[in-house]
């Protein structure tokens, strides 16, 4: 079964703590993103990955950074997280950079006290 | 600015009625996603339509790319077709090379019994 998986689903931390978000899929895909959604606002594109260590910044590349070592794996990274970071995360793959076989994770529900 | 606008915001249906959702977007684009989302779930791909008549079941997608416009009609629906559906389309980065998926904050549909 074809899927992005997204560790925890739930997360609380205070202000200035370090997040990790971890994101995995096993279909061999090339490109991965990380995005929020926020009421009102939509989906927001955080980072894009076209490969191992190829990440170029989305539309809100502030106080986010990122991670990709494995194909397999990526990783979206707060230092020091700010309240207004609290959103739901969603990771998305696809097959490569033509958007195809668009394929997104079941979300990281985020709250930063 | 949003770049991908959607109507209407809700939408609420007796089951079996069809529904007919719209989306516009400011600038050209050369791809149009649809999407499916239940309420706090995942993104599920419904259709790709870079132009013309798509259909997948119940659903059908109808792109004019010259007018910049897209529409999903659903019919006979049922009470499972209830959540949000959000509409995508592509831009391309110059900053990164590749393409990305701009989205729209959604048509929240309820289908009533």
């Known amino acids: 079964d074809m899927k992005v998986t997204q560790m925890p689903r739930y997360l609380i931390k205070r202000m200035g703590e370090n997040v990790l978000l971890e994101c995995g899929q096993d279909m061999s895909h090339e490109t991965m993103y990380w995005y929020r959604q926020d009421p009102g606002l939509g989906l927001q594109l955080i980072y894009i990955?076209?490969?191992?260590?190829?990440?170029s910044e989305g539309d809100i590349p502030k106080g986010y950074r990122v991670s990709r070592k494995k194909r397999e794996h990526f990783s979206l990274i707060l230092d020091s997280a700010k309240t207004n970071q609290t959103s739901v995360y969603f990771c998305a793959s696809s097959r490569d950079r033509a958007n195809s076989d668009y394929t997104f994770g079941s979300g990281t529900r985020l709250l930063v006290i | 600015e949003q770049q991908v606008q959607q109507s209407p915001a809700s939408l609420v249906l007796q089951e079996a009625e069809n529904a007919e959702l719209q989306c516009s977007f400011s600038i050209f684009t050369n791809q149009v996603q649809w999407f499916y989302q239940r309420p706090g779930g995942r993104l599920v791909s419904l259709l790709y339509?870079?132009?013309g008549t798509k259909q997948s079941g119940r659903l059908t997608s109808t792109t004019v790319i010259k007018e910049r416009r897209s529409s999903l009609h659903i019919s006979s629906s049922q009470i499972t077709d209830s959540g949000t559906y959000l509409c995508a389309m592509e831009r391309y980065d110059y900053g990164s090379s590749g393409n990305k998926l701009i989205f729209g904050i959604g048509t929240l549909l309820s289908v009533k019994p």
């Open positions: 990955s076209y490969d191992v260590d190829s990440n």
């Open positions: 339509n870079p132009s």
